[in-house]
């Protein structure tokens, strides 16, 4: 629709030109032209050539702002997108191994006797959730996402944090590794 108002802007504007030009035309052939109306003339030539650039800049640059305004859009589509792929990769990781979700969910604590290699898995499962978390919020924040929408996020990340012993030990452990986005969240800085 857009495309359209801008065309017949462009259109409008080129027929006024043509109607200028064919009047200064007409009054060059048929009434003749004294020396103090050749300035004249010449002045109003210039005047139809500046209100043509002004037209054709108007409408270039509603073009250029309609395709802005897309872009913006298309971006924040993609980054919505990147922020719901983020939500899935961690579903993802629990459904891979179940076994660690009681470390996330339920609160449980690391076994004293439990196997280094399960020890390291669950520690980097938690490395990986803080770092998804830090850069949803981080996309999200600056980036239009919608603020219901942000706040829901923000409101599973800090239901996780506090339902997960492993991921408060991780981020006191490395909190220098994330960014101030996913400091306010789980520390409840956060404005919701």
């Known amino acids: 629709m857009k495309?359209?108002?801008n065309s017949i802007i462009l259109i409008i504007g080129l027929f006024s030109l043509l109607l200028l030009a064919r009047y200064c035309w007409y009054i060059w052939v048929h009434e003749g032209i004294e020396e103090h109306d050749l300035q004249e003339l010449v002045t109003f030539v210039f005047d139809i050539i500046s209100y043509g650039i002004l037209i054709f800049s108007v409408y270039y640059l509603s073009r250029?702002?309609?395709?802005?305004?897309e872009q913006v859009r298309l971006a924040k589509g993609e980054t919505y997108h990147r922020i719901a792929t983020l939500g899935l990769e961690i579903d993802k990781l629990?459904?891979?191994?179940?076994?660690?979700?009681?470390?996330?969910?339920?609160?449980?604590k690391i076994e004293k006797d439990c196997p280094e290699d399960k020890r390291e898995l669950i520690e980097s499962f938690a490395e990986y959730i803080l770092d998804a978390f830090d850069d949803l919020i981080f996309l999200g924040?600056?980036?239009?996402?919608?603020?219901?929408?942000?706040?829901?996020?923000?409101?599973?990340i800090k239901d996780l944090y506090d339902s997960s012993s492993?991921?408060?030990?991780?981020?006191?452990?490395?909190?220098?590794?994330?960014?101030?986005?996913?400091?306010?969240?789980?520390?409840?800085k956060s404005k919701k």
């Not at 459904?95 to 009681?102: D, G, L, N, Q, S």
């Not at 924040?141 to 599973?156: F, H, M, T």
């Open 64 to 69: 250029q702002t309609a395709d802005v305004q």
């Open 94 to 108: 629990f459904i891979a191994k179940p076994e660690v979700r009681k470390y996330f969910y339920g609160n449980a």
């Open 166 to 188: 492993i991921l408060r030990e991780v981020y006191k452990k490395r909190h220098y590794w994330y960014g101030k986005y996913i400091h306010d969240v789980v520390e409840g």
């Open 3 to 5: 495309r359209l108002k």
């Open 141 to 156: 924040s600056d980036n239009g996402i919608p603020r219901e929408d942000l706040d829901g996020w923000k409101k599973y």
